[in-house]
């Protein structure tokens, strides 16, 4: 069995910054790619960015330029920097990872959220 952990949430003014750590344990042969989603009240979550093993990323067109992934695969983590943020951007961030456990099986593993509220 394989968890993530996510931390760094929290409330922040619009033009902030906050930076979210996910991190996995449990029977982890290899991670493939890592990535951030979000949903808002009544949406759909989206993609906001993916990163690949080493290191080729993409984003969503809003955040480019504000936010920034980055792993660290020693410590099996992810981070996603925002910079910038703005007030139509609260939402459930949620990290996933594409891990391979010690039997060989591929799976997509998700965290357990953690809430960014922008407000003045």
């Known amino acids: 069995q394989v968890q993530l952990v996510e931390s760094g949430g929290g409330l922040v003014q619009p033009g902030g910054s906050l930076r979210l750590s996910c991190a996995a344990s449990g029977s982890i042969f290899s991670i493939n790619n890592m990535d951030w989603y979000r949903q808002a009240p009544g949406k759909q979550r989206e993609l906001v960015t993916v990163?690949?093993?080493?290191?080729?990323?993409n984003y969503l067109d809003s955040v480019k330029g504000r936010f920034t992934i980055s792993r660290d695969n020693a410590k099996n983590t992810v981070y996603l920097q925002m910079n910038s943020l703005r007030p139509e951007e609260p939402a459930v961030y949620y990290c996933?990872?594409?891990?391979?456990?010690?039997?060989?099986?591929?799976?997509?593993?998700w965290g357990q959220g953690t809430q960014v509220t922008v407000s003045s």
């Open positions: 990163i690949a093993t080493f290191g080729s990323t």
């Open positions: 996933g990872m594409q891990v391979q456990d010690r039997w060989g099986t591929l799976r997509h593993y």
